[in-house]
């Protein structure tokens, strides 16, 4: 019902160079991507070049961030419309890195949801909780926080562009994932909010995982019932391992649970 989506967030990795010798990598190993959409989102530098290697390839470019307006006197920042001139699809809205490396409050961040819905770009929303909030049994309150401040502005029509990423902070670069079980929880739970919010449309909206995703967790992550799929930091810089992880390949022949 809902195609799967994986999203290699490069962070801030990889040159032109380096990120065109991917895309001609992955373009190998892929083909078409069938049943599963595929995303890739470079530094802002590398997205023309991207937009050039991935024509007609079926994967799709992504920005990492976003400045809530069209143009103007901002500088250093990049507006949504200059997302998609250079070809964007989605863009990633309130990684944790914003939110706690930059400062952005979950107001903030819906005001950067409602303009990538003016100018058509899907926004992918990311989630989490820290440590200290994991440890205290804060979870869910901080979820419900961040959903609710995050897409206080999406028009009901773009709901359904919207994907969500749950990436609990603590699993973000640390090796540390939360498990299929605990990670299906939380997504049960986010999905409800967009049930709340949008109504029927929340079960055509896909919820991501993220954090320490590799090929050898994310087949057993992905089989949960609410997870639709992977935001993927570190095993995306691989074309070789994000690939596997796309297969929902287990490189060691085990899933971790
Ligand atoms: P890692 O996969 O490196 O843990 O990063 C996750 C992430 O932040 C993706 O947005």
Request: glycine share 10%; proline share 5%.
């Amino acid at each position: 019902m809902r195609t799967p989506i994986l999203v290699a967030n490069w962070k801030m990795h990889k040159g032109v160079r380096e990120a065109t010798a991917f895309a001609e990598d992955l373009k190998l190993r892929l083909q078409a991507p069938d049943g599963v959409e595929v995303v890739i989102a470079p530094p802002f530098t590398a997205l023309g070049a991207l937009q050039r290697a991935l024509q007609g390839s079926g994967i799709e470019l992504a920005g990492q961030n976003l400045y809530p307006e069209a143009e103007g006197a901002f500088t250093g920042e990049i507006s949504p419309a200059f997302l998609r001139d250079v070809g964007c699809r989605y863009v990633i809205l309130g990684h944790s890195e914003r939110r706690h490396g930059f400062g952005e409050s979950s107001e903030f961040v819906a005001r950067k949801v409602r303009a990538a819905c003016d100018h058509e770009l899907r926004p992918i929303v990311c989630v989490g909780e820290t440590l200290e909030e994991h440890e205290a049994g804060r979870t869910a309150e901080v979820i419900e926080a961040q959903i609710r401040g995050s897409l206080a502005q999406v028009p009901p029509e773009a709901s359904e562009t919207l994907v969500l990423a749950y990436e609990p902070v603590w699993a973000i670069g640390t090796g540390r994932t939360a498990s299929p079980g605990d990670a299906q929880k939380v997504h049960a739970m986010i999905r409800e909010l967009l049930r709340e919010r949008f109504g029927a449309a929340a079960d055509r909206i896909r919820i991501q995982y993220g954090g320490s995703v590799k090929p050898e967790n994310g087949y057993a992550l992905m089989a949960q019932p609410d997870i639709d799929g992977a935001l993927v930091g570190g095993a995306s810089l691989d074309p070789a391992s994000f690939f596997a992880i796309i297969r929902f390949e287990r490189a060691s022949g085990e899933a971790s649970t």
